[in-house]
T-cell receptor, first 115, second 112 residues
Framework: ETGVTQTPRHLVMGMTNKKSLKCEQH?????MYWYKQSAKKPLELMFV???????ENNSVPSRFSPECPNSSHLFLHLHTLQPEDSALYLC??????????????FGSGTQLSVL | GNSVTQMEGPVTLSEEAFLTINCTYT??????LFWYVQYPGEGLQLLLK?????DKGSNKGFEATYRKETTSFHLEKGSVQVSDSAVYFC???????????FGKGTTLSVSS
């Protein structure tokens, strides 16, 4: 148990559906992240929030829409996805953004399948 | 720019064999270096870290030494176990205010 909880663990959706992924941490961390993990590809940083403000968006398509209503919660809203978006989506948090002692705490991920 | 390069996997070993997973980096300044591990069905978790040159990080029998002269941070373990089967990620933290940069990950499979 890392203290970062992601729901749902598994999600199957059609290309026309709208769904949301949820991430929650009660570690008192100020930075939260979304990563995409695809088979045989590097871990891709998607979005970074620091004190609820988005600080990074790594050229992610607009069909992915993040939301960070407070420092404890992070959402990833999905709409009109493509089959190539099927992947494991990981949420992480850290006390601060970057720095010499930064330690990321990861959730177990949401395994997304787009049909 | 900043980047991390890991050896390609998968690495397949027998129990009690010696493990080395190579990691080299490119960075401006003096980054901190990390190894994260991902067990099947789980997210990543920190395995060890080193924050300055010549530091050695260690945990659960794994070790890695921060080598500035060779820009490397190779992961080693003297005797692997089946339970060490996982994906291992090398990462660097370039500076405050910047997210971690991960390598591609190396899959380790240990058989009894």
């Amino acid at each position: 148990e890392t203290g970062v909880t992601q729901t749902p663990r598994h999600l199957v959706m059609g290309m026309t559906n709208k769904k949301s992924l949820k991430c929650e941490q009660h570690l008192g961390h100020n930075a939260m992240y979304w990563y995409k993990q695809s088979a045989k590809k590097p871990l891709e940083l998607m979005f970074v929030y620091n004190f609820k403000e988005q600080t990074e968006n790594n050229s992610v398509p607009s069909r992915f829409s993040p939301e960070c209503p407070n420092s404890s919660h992070l959402f990833l809203h999905l709409h009109t996805l493509q089959p190539e978006d099927s992947a494991l989506y990981l949420c992480a948090s850290s006390q601060a953004l970057g720095g010499r002692d930064e330690k990321l705490f990861f959730g177990s991920g949401t395994q997304l399948s787009v049909l | 720019g900043n980047s991390v390069t890991q050896m390609e996997g998968p690495v397949t070993l027998s129990e009690e064999a010696f493990l080395t997973i190579n990691c080299t980096y490119t960075a401006t300044g003096y980054p901190s270096l990390f190894w994260y591990v991902q067990y099947p069905g789980e997210g990543l978790q920190l395995l060890l870290k080193a924050t300055k040159a010549d530091d050695k990080g260690s945990n659960k029998g794994f070790e890695a030494t921060y080598r500035k002269e060779t820009t490397s941070f190779h992961l080693e373990k003297g005797s692997v176990q089946v339970s060490d089967s996982a994906v291992y990620f090398c990462a660097l933290s370039p500076q405050a205010g910047t997210a971690l940069i991960f390598g591609k990950g190396t899959t380790l499979s240990v058989s009894s």
